[in-house]
């Protein structure tokens, strides 16, 4: 059973941080792609970050220098750590190990 749970999800300012964290269970995590992707309402899904097994990284164009992501392989999970959050990154973030596998989600929301 493939379990992935999500945490660090909150409300900021603009231009605050936030560490998203994902840990995974039922896999062998250090064979998996991990990434990250958000939902907005109205708005389909899209790839935030990737990281590969062997620790290849890409990021949508909207986040290149602002969000990180990376993996510990001892702990089974992946980060996220955003920095100079905008409005516009508000969405439901989602963790992903390699295609069909999915957490639940954690709300984050950047506003005044």
């Known amino acids: 059973q493939v379990q992935l749970v999500e945490s660090g999800g909150g409300l900021v300012q603009p231009g605050g941080s936030l560490r998203l964290s994902c840990a995974a269970s039922?896999?062998?995590?250090?064979?998996?792609?991990m990434g990250w992707f958000r939902q907005a309402p109205g708005k389909q899904r899209e790839l935030v970050a990737r990281?590969?097994?062997?620790?290849?990284?890409n990021y949508a164009d909207s986040v290149k220098g602002r969000f990180t992501i990376s993996r510990d392989n001892a702990k089974n999970t992946v980060y996220l750590q955003m920095n100079s959050l905008k409005p516009e990154d508000t969405a439901v973030y989602y963790c992903?190990?390699?295609?069909?596998?999915w957490g639940q989600g954690t709300q984050v929301t950047v506003s005044s």
């Open positions: 990281i590969t097994n062997i620790g290849r990284t």
């Open positions: 039922g896999i062998i995590f250090r064979a998996y792609t």
């Open positions: 992903n190990a390699g295609v069909t596998n």
